[in-house]
């Protein structure tokens, strides 16, 4: 069995309370022109440096599958949970949008658009998963050259597209190995830096540095453009964009580089973080239920930004936790979480 990396467990803990801050931020964004100006501010530096965790995730799986020989059981036992995870909880939140947050979804779309937004990120994972054996034995049998061929190939494809969606347009044809969305894509640079990671010559200040620009573009670009047509604007955010890109690879680079790539916590701290590891896929499902409590009670302009982002993300990772750790208690609850 293979040793727990402990910056791979630092990159996941990290990202799933993320994820959280890009939902509780993005709820306050999207209240531009209601709320005060310095909230609008603090709410996009928020969302802006939280874009890095759905990047990571991916990365994370391709840090850790990609490369590695496994028997088909084993593909078909991991799509198998993350499809059972899919159904149970888009019943789960069409009935809670339905009878308690009074909003309508057509169940005839279900195979085009989540029950529940965050959602989606089952219905990239499962296709991923369906393509991860061959994946898997593409990168055991290529060597450095090849490797960093397929990347700037790769990369190229992903800039093409990016480009043609600003432009209002696509490709004709996508590169099959990538397709026409960047996740696949994601999936490979966490396998390129985690396997190169000590001999890609950037140091860590650069890595920082590379971080943090891409996220300045990426905040100046949505505030330039939020402003200019008077209405929060996503596009730059979104996981495609070259500045995001950047930024989620240079962070997963630094934290892949913490303490010489051989972070290990002691025994207190690596129960803690083994424990928010494991529940984690379960806090990123459940946690909506409690945003979206608080949504349907409290507009963004009825408390402070300043006050209710930061609180947000503390209560709603607790109760969050909490809830997926009991749930975990049981059988079921551990098959779909």
Known sequence: ?????????????????????????????????????????????????????????????????????????????RIRRFFLALVVWSVIYYLWNTFYMKSDFDLRKIFYVPAEAHLWYLYAMIPIYLALPFLQVMCRHMGPKLEKAFLIIATCAVLANDLLWLLGGE???DLPLVGDRVYAYYLYIGYYLYKYRDKIRLSQRSAALLCLGGMAVSFGATLAVTVWRGDHYEGALTYGMPFVVLSGAAFFLYMLRVKGGHFQPK?????????????????YLIHILFLDNYKKHMEPSALSAWIAVPGLIVTITAVSFACVYVIRLTKVGRKIT
């Open 171 to 173: 490709l004709y044809y």
């Open 267 to 283: 025994e207190r701290a690596r129960r803690v973080i083994d424990l928010f590891g494991g529940l984690s896929f379960g806090i």
């Open 1 to 77: 069995m293979r040793e727990k990396d402990y910056n791979l467990e630092l990159v996941r803990m990290a990202s799933f309370v993320l994820v959280i801050a890009i939902h509780v931020s993005n709820y306050f964004c999207r209240a531009y022109g209601e709320i005060p100006d310095g909230e609008y501010l603090f709410s996009l530096a928020v969302d802006t440096f939280a874009r890095v965790s759905v990047p990571c995730f991916f990365m994370i799986s391709g840090a850790l599958l990609l490369g590695r020989d496994e028997p088909l059981e084993k593909h078909w036992k």
